[in-house]
T-cell receptor
Framework: DSGVTQTPKHLITATGQRVTLRCSPR?????VYWYQQSLDQGLQFLIH???????AKGNILERFSAQQFPDLHSELNLSSLELGDSALYFC??????????????FGPGTRLTVL | QQPVQSPQAVILREGEDAVINCSSS?????VHWYRQKHGEAPVFLMI?????EQKGHEKISASFNEKKQQSSLYLTASQLSYSGTYFC????????????FGAGTTVTVRA
């Protein structure tokens, strides 16, 4: 158990809908990262927040947005969902703001299925 | 910018050794290695910073060759518990704030 929690564990929804994925980092961590993992692909970095501020963006679609709240939990909002958005979404947290020696601790993931 | 991992998959018998490579077309500052078992979250193994250092985690070690822009992960005397998909995550400059992950190498260790 990494200490990172994600809810819900599974989510099934229809195309065109909007969903919110939630992540609570380890108690000592200030950074939160979001990743998407599809069947045929590795981990795709989406976005990184540090202490409430966006630090880096990866291949995140405009239909997706995220935020980190004052209590440091984070939410990833996915809207106008398409079949191709079906994937495992991981949240990870780390102590600092992306230091090269920072270990990222991954949560159990949310499996999103878009029908 | 995504690093390239090879091989894509490897099957081992218990006690055998294997090497997984992670190559980049850009200069690397650090390489992070993770292992993911089926249906679970990736688990951190080790970080290597530029400088050609080697590190170890149980009987798993890694090296980082800056000149070749490559890192290698060595599985020595493999155990059943080593089965899983290994990912390398690369950083191109200090404090890059994001990792680019390779497509993964699936390792199957059989008794």
């Amino acid at each position: 158990d990494s200490g990172v929690t994600q809810t819900p564990k599974h989510l099934i929804t229809a195309t065109g809908q909007r969903v919110t994925l939630r992540c609570s980092p380890r108690s000592e961590d200030l950074s939160v990262y979001w990743y998407q993992q599809s069947l045929d692909q590795g981990l795709q970095f989406l976005i990184h927040y540090y202490n409430g501020e966006e630090r880096a963006k990866g291949n995140i679609l405009e239909r997706f947005s995220a935020q980190q709240f004052p209590d440091l939990h984070s939410e990833l909002n996915l809207s106008s969902l398409e079949l191709g958005d079906s994937a495992l979404y991981f949240c990870a947290s780390s102590l600092r703001g992306g230091s090269s020696t920072d270990t990222q601790y991954f949560g159990p993931g949310t499996r999103l299925t878009v029908l | 910018q995504q690093p390239v991992q090879s091989p894509q998959a490897v099957i081992l018998r218990e006690g055998e050794d294997a090497v997984i490579n992670c190559s980049s077309s850009k200069a690397l500052y650090s390489v992070h290695w993770y292992r993911q078992k089926h249906g679970e979250a990736p688990v951190f193994l080790m970080i290597l910073l530029k400088g050609g250092e080697q590190k170890g985690h149980e009987k798993i070690s890694a090296s980082f060759n800056e000149k070749k822009q490559q890192s290698s992960l060595y599985l020595t005397a493999s155990q059943l518990s080593y089965s899983g998909t290994y990912f390398c995550g690369t950083e191109f400059r200090s404090n890059d704030y994001k990792l680019s992950f390779g497509a993964g190498t699936t390792v199957t260790v059989r008794a």
